[in-house]
């Protein structure tokens, strides 16, 4: 099966800002939708972004919309999550994932290919 492949995680102080990329372990891949969810400990695996492949379409959660952008590089077959006005709230572990089907963007069972995870730490 393939996988999504994140990178770009880090540690980086509040206020910070952070680029994570992602791109599937197969360059065949290409799918209707990626998205970005985190997972901080303890806490369930949460939405943050959405982007449709040929579209464009956009999707944020509420604790991310204005501060987090994504965006897609259909020639790299990349996704990119940048994260600006970073919080310590914001730490967790970040996965990219895709779908092919037409479900919700927001609704994690709909999501069939992750990553591994990328940590992003925001230290005070």
């Known amino acids: 099966q393939v996988q999504m492949v994140e990178s770009g995680g880090g540690l980086v102080q509040v206020g910070g800002s952070l680029r994570l990329s992602c791109t599937p372990s197969?360059?065949?891949?290409?799918?209707?939708?990626r998205g970005w969810f985190r997972q901080a400990p303890g806490q369930e695996r949460e939405f943050v972004a959405s982007?449709?492949?040929?579209?464009?379409?956009?999707h944020y959660g509420n604790s991310v919309k204005d501060r987090f952008s994504i965006s897609r590089d259909n020639a790299k077959n990349t996704i990119y999550l940048q994260m600006t006005k970073l919080k310590p709230d914001d730490t967790a572990v970040y996965y990219c994932?895709?779908?092919?089907?037409?479900?919700?963007?927001?609704?994690?069972?709909?999501?069939?290919?992750w990553g591994q995870g990328t940590q992003v730490t925001v230290s005070s």
């Open positions: 197969s360059d065949t891949f290409r799918t209707y939708t």
């Open positions: 982007i449709t492949w040929r579209g464009g379409t956009t």
């Open positions: 994932a895709a779908k092919t089907g037409v479900g919700s963007e927001k609704d994690i069972k709909q999501y069939e290919n």
